[in-house]
């Protein structure tokens, strides 16, 4: 009962929060005509709600319990959501929004799965982008003001009235005869790159 409740006030609260916050973007490249792979931790998931705003965007959720409650959220805001994780369902899931880009939608992603280990990029980005042949829009989010919840992902709910800004990076590509090395290179330096952006957002910040 109770977290039926909290599913369904949690479309309100991120849309209160996101009536009182002031979020700007940042753009240090211009974003591809072709639809794009949006990639950021798990823990600014708050944050990516403002893209479903703006664009046509999918996404994938777990299919775990906790999964489903934040489901109402996404759909709230404009998201097409398909259901599975890198531990159920996350091969058929990705295949939907490989398809789904061909439809002309981008697709959001947490880099460090639904599980974690925190902040450590997991083969599902780079297998889309391989596979599907579109870029890779590394993006992070940074709040003036905010609370960071003891949950594995380091989840940060920013502050009402605080100021924020989302840093979206340069496109990745990833060649279609990349081989396990070369993803595992790949992943490493999208790791040190998201860092970088968040390191970026603090500054513009102060």
């Not at 998201?79 to 531990?87: E, L, Y």
Request: charged share 20%; glycine share 10%; aromatic share 12%.
């Amino acid at each position: 009962m109770i977290k039926k409740l909290a599913s369904s006030l949690a479309p309100l609260f991120i849309d209160f929060l996101y009536k009182t916050c002031r979020i700007k973007e940042k753009f240090l490249s211009s974003l591809p005509y072709s639809p794009v792979i949006y990639a950021g931790w798990h823990g600014i998931l708050p944050g990516i709600f403002l893209l479903g705003r703006k664009r046509k965007i999918a996404t994938i959720v777990s299919k775990s319990e906790d999964g489903e409650l934040i489901v109402p959220a996404f759909k709230k805001f404009g998201f097409t959501v398909f259901r599975g994780s890198s531990h159920r369902g996350g091969i058929p899931a990705l295949k939907q929004l490989a398809n789904i880009l061909k439809q002309g939608y981008d697709v959001g992603l947490a880099v460090d799965g639904s599980q974690g280990p925190l902040h450590k990029v997991q083969g599902g980005v780079l297998f889309l982008a391989r596979h599907s042949g579109y870029p890779i829009v590394p993006l992070n989010v940074v709040y003036k003001y905010s609370i960071t919840l003891p949950s594995w992902d380091k989840m940060e709910i920013p502050i009402p009235f605080s100021s924020g800004v989302v840093v979206y990076g340069k496109p990745l590509y990833v060649s279609k005869s990349a081989n396990k090395d070369e993803i595992n290179k790949l992943a490493l330096e999208l790791e040190k790159y998201l860092f970088y952006l968040g390191t970026l957002g603090k500054e513009w910040l102060r």
